[in-house]
């Protein structure tokens, strides 16, 4: 299983006709001697939860009792979302239950790291939490919810502690961003197409929870962004003229700065120091949700828009603020002829400017989905190593298998194999 990542890469490379760096061979004693950075977590090929050092050697199952179905009507249960809390010492989990094509259950669990010890914090017949974001004091969940068909959506707020959940608001679509103090969200909600007027709005939620809306029309985006300084917002907007525009606002919502008109749409992201932004401006009308588009790299200080490349879906910063790790769609024709959904994996240097090429790579279903809101996940979840030397991607091997891997951000060495598996998250810390 260790050679399948490679082969895939290397397949999709010559099919492709990809240039490439030359890439070492990684020594079988690295991940034993390499120093370690944070925890991983993962869904193992078991539909279990797994935790791990970057070594993946002798992972924890964090459960045990998962049952993947065997038929269309056959019982199940598995678990989703593994998300680290901000001080990395929690994982937060769904587990599913159903028969067949109808899902009876779910429940929402948290992971003690230190103590190896899981707590169940929510349960429900009805509503099925499909997104987590730890708030920044590590003591509530905060989730979206919703019924089978995920018609109806609540944002809730589930305490660690074993309280009962709050539900802050309702609407769909349905997009937050924490601010730091843990105190305020600015969340965006609502289209044309549901019932739900679009708006953005402030979320005041340490006593009850007192909504007050934002003077702006929102133009076409996802997730807002609150900087992680807390001293800045970015959203998009439609001007006094009709246009469409990047904004940056104080954190009362007050406008600072355009950064840029759009035509389409745009999704964004803050640098982990809150100097520079990251956006991509959507250049494809899809039929799904994401983005395809430029992508910019912007130091707000400046206003020095330094980076610029076209066809990118999704970008994570590393968590020193000094590289961007960025995804191109491709589309790859194996040996027999038939069409390959692929991503092609780049790096740029922040500071220099400078971007190269990794590899290409087939994408999980899981991760694939990830990427189409990575804006929302770039929040709450990281495939960043702490010291910022690696990354996991998720792939498919040509046999099917899923499999998680550790990525060099160099380029310079071999992706190596982590666990056979279907989405991964390396901790904050």
């Known amino acids: 299983m260790k050679k399948l990542f490679l082969l895939t890469l290397t397949a999709l490379i010559a099919t492709a006709c990809l240039p490439q760096d030359t890439q070492l061979p990684q020594s079988p004693l690295l991940p034993l001697l390499e120093r370690k950075s944070g925890l991983i977590a993962y869904i193992g090929i078991d539909g279990n939860v797994y935790v791990t050092d970057q070594s993946g050697k002798s992972p924890t199952p964090v459960t045990d009792d ?3 179905p065997e038929t269309q009507t056959s019982a199940y249960r598995y678990y989703q979302f593994p998300t680290w809390s901000k001080d990395g010492n929690q994982i937060a989990y769904v587990g599913i239950e159903g028969t067949g094509a109808t899902q009876s259950k779910a429940d929402l669990s948290v992971y003690n790291v230190d103590d190896e010890t899981s707590a169940e914090i929510f349960s429900s017949e009805t509503e099925f939490p499909f ?12 989730m979206i919810s919703g019924n089978a068909n ?8 589930v305490p660690t502690a074993g309280a009962e959940p709050a539900i802050l608001d309702t609407g769909a679509p349905y997009y937050w961003s924490w601010a730091p103090n843990g105190k ?8 044309d197409t549901t019932s739900t007027p679009e708006h953005l709005a402030f979320l005041q939620v340490d006593s009850g929870v007192i909504e007050d809306g934002l003077d702006a029309n929102p133009a076409s985006f996802q997730a807002p962004a609150w900087s992680p300084n807390g001293e800045r917002i970015l959203y998009p907007r439609v001007n006094d003229e009709g246009k469409k525009e990047l904004v940056v606002a104080d954190s009362k919502g007050e406008f600072q700065q355009t950064i840029r008109e759009f035509e389409l749409n745009a999704a964004f992201a803050w640098s982990p120091d809150s100097e520079l932004v990251a956006y991509i401006e959507g250049t494809e009308n899809l039929n799904t949700a994401g983005i395809v588009g430029k992508l910019h790299v912007v130091d707000l200080a400046t206003s020095e828009d330094f980076f610029q490349t076209d066809d990118v879906l999704a970008f994570f910063w590393s968590p020193n603020s000094r590289q961007l790790a960025y995804f191109k769609p491709l589309q790859v024709t194996d040996s027999s002829g038939q069409e390959l959904s692929a991503l092609q994996l780049n790096m ?7 971007s190269k090429e990794l ?3 087939a994408p999980t279903n899981i991760f694939s989905n990830t990427l189409q809101y990575f804006d ?5 979840a990281t495939i960043w190593s702490p010291d910022s030397n690696n990354l996991l991607l998720p792939f498919v091997s040509p046999n099917g298998t899923p499999g998680i891997a550790v990525v060099a951000a160099s380029g310079q060495l071999e992706p190596r194999l982590l666990a056979e598996g279907f989405i991964g998250f390396w901790s904050w810390k």
């Open 131 to 142: 997104y987590l974001y730890w708030s920044p004091d590590n003591e509530n969940v905060s």
């Open 376 to 380: 929302q996940y770039h929040q709450s």
């Open 66 to 68: 998962a049952s993947l």
């Open 150 to 157: 995920r018609q109806s959506i609540l944002l809730q707020n």
């Open 348 to 354: 740029v240097d922040a500071v220099s400017g400078e």
């Open 184 to 191: 305020t969200m600015i969340v965006h909600t609502g289209s």
């Open 359 to 361: 590899f290409p790579f």
